[in-house]
Nanobody, 123 residues
């Protein structure tokens, strides 16, 4: 099992940026693909982005492509989500998740989750 702790959320105006971090512990970090999901009130948890264990492959939801960047530092056992050009519709709780295989977009495929960090974008 991988323990995950997110940080970096907050309140930002539309057009602004935030950098979310996800610190991992418990297993060899580079063996796991990492992903970010988000969940707005009353909505399902949606895929945002994922990165492979080596960091060489990434994938994005269409809604964030060109605005968000996922990355990881295996030496620090930390994954990041750089969120730029934020919009009010990006408001949600953002969760990081870990899985042994890269490429999944369904939350049910990810066994390990953080507690989430709130991102609120004001118009």
């Amino acid at each position: 099992q991988v323990q995950l702790v997110e940080s970096g959320g907050g309140l930002v105006q539309a057009g602004g940026s935030l950098r979310l971090s996800c610190a991992a512990s418990g297993r060899t970090f580079s063996n796991y693909a990492m992903a970010w999901f988000r969940q707005a009130p009353g909505k399902e948890r949606d895929f945002v982005a994922s990165v492979s264990g080596s960091g060489s492959a990434t994938a994005y939801a269409d809604s964030v492509k060109g605005r968000f960047i996922i990355s990881r530092d295996n030496n620090k056992s930390t994954a990041y989500l750089q969120a730029n050009s934020l919009k009010p519709e990006d408001t949600a709780v953002y969760y990081c998740a870990a899985a042994p295989v890269w490429g999944w977009r369904s939350p049910s495929r990810y066994p390990d989750w953080g507690q989430g960090t709130q991102v609120t974008v004001s118009s």
